[in-house]
């Protein structure tokens, strides 16, 4: 599909800088374009991929425009370059038709769960007693869904995704393959001889337009609900234990763990593999920087790095200082070598005074009050 710099500006309300008649057909990466490829950047420090590549045009905000050397390639002015770039992403590369597959015949369904209308269920899968799935939702293979679970319009279910019994989904959920909702938590008691299992009777919520990655997990309460809130959106491999209660719009990335009861406000973030200890406290609009290991309750606003985990300026004075600590240690090992030094000047001095005493020579003050501090 050939389009003209100039088409495709049109399509992302861009303004054309340069030979608007030069012709395009896809979108690429900055570091893998050729010659017919859209590219975009957003910092001045990636004008140098852009000298570098071989891509026809860029989408590019004003301000970086001057920044650029002239070449003779067309820019595209645009407000967000991102944004636009996956405007165009999606122009050339459209999205798959929805299936409508309708019911499969070789699904098992319960007799008394319920399907909204325009539901694909895809072979393989299994619906227990008494489920809810509203309108528009896409259940793909193998998928499990449990009994007395309700599932919101429009939610996808990728292959193997399991919902234990009673789980609740929002509309909008998008659940990737290998993802569990609803399992048991890792609750036990230790009788003094073997650990016993803690029963769990709560259940999971997950809210509005929440997104969870592959092989993620979101265990049910022992009591209550494990709740995640509405426009949450999960990495692949994050665990959520029993009890948690994650608020809206957060973002985790991969390989984060929340252990049990653990609370987030709004507009909160975690970095990759990112631990939280139970009970733990996290206000809104906070980070936790990749690693950190949290322990602490971390107040509205503020961002925590470092094992264990703590203010952002404190974590930097941190790990400045442990940058220094060769350099510390052999300054320490010099200070030793010169305070041995001194030491046997010291005791050296102390032997003439206490010769000269025993002469009858009357010790000079300096060495009285060396004496003294021996």
Not at 140 to 154: E, Q, R
């Amino acid at each position: 599909m050939m389009k003209t710099v100039t088409e495709i500006a049109g399509l992302v309300q861009g303004q054309v800088v340069g030979d608007g008649s030069r012709t395009v057909h896809d979108v690429a990466p900055l570091d893998h374009a050729d010659s017919g490829h859209v590219v975009y950047i957003d910092a001045p420090h990636r004008i140098k991929g852009w000298v570098n590549s071989r891509a026809t045009a860029l989408l590019v905000q004003g301000h970086l425009v001057d920044q650029l050397p002239d070449d003779g390639r067309p820019r595209i002015i645009v407000t967000h370059p991102q944004e636009a770039f996956v405007r165009l992403m999606l122009h050339f590369r459209p999205p798959r038709a929805r299936a409508n597959v309708g019911i499969s015949p070789h699904a098992f369904i319960s007799p008394s769960a319920r399907i909204g209308e325009g539901t694909n269920i895809h072979p393989g899968v299994c619906i227990g007693d008494n489920v809810e799935i509203a309108a528009g939702c896409d259940i793909h293979p193998f998928a499990v869904i449990g009994v007395d679970c309700t599932i919101g319009a429009g939610c996808v279910l990728h292959p193997h995704v399991v919902l234990y019994p009673d789980t609740v989904l929002g509309r909008g959920v998008i659940l990737h393959a290998g993802a569990v909702i609803g399992a048991d938590g890792f609750g036990y008691r230790f009788d003094g001889q073997q650990f016993r299992r803690l029963p769990h009777t709560g259940r999971a919520v997950i809210g509005d337009e929440v997104e969870i990655g592959a092989l993620a997990t979101v265990d049910r309460a022992m009591v209550g609900e494990t709740v995640v809130g509405d426009g949450t959106k999960i990495d692949n491999l994050v665990m959520i234990a029993h009890n948690c209660r994650v608020g809206r719009h957060n973002v985790f990335a991969s390989q984060v763990g929340l252990a049990g009861s653990v609370q987030t406000g709004d507009y909160t973030r975690f970095a990759g593999q990112v631990g939280v200890a139970d009970h733990v406290k996290i206000g809104n609009r906070c980070s936790l920087g990749a690693k950190a290991g949290l322990h602490d309750d971390v107040p509205d606003g503020q961002s925590y790095h470092g094992y264990p985990a703590g203010p952002e300026l404190e974590q930097i004075k941190v790990h400045l200082a442990a940058r220094r600590l060769p350099e510390m240690r052999t300054q320490f090992k010099e200070m030793q070598a010169r305070l041995a030094e001194l030491e046997l000047q010291l005791a050296a001095l102390l032997a003439i005074a206490n010769a000269e005493s025993h002469d009858g020579v009357v010790p000079a003050p300096n060495a009285t009050a060396a004496r003294q501090a021996a």
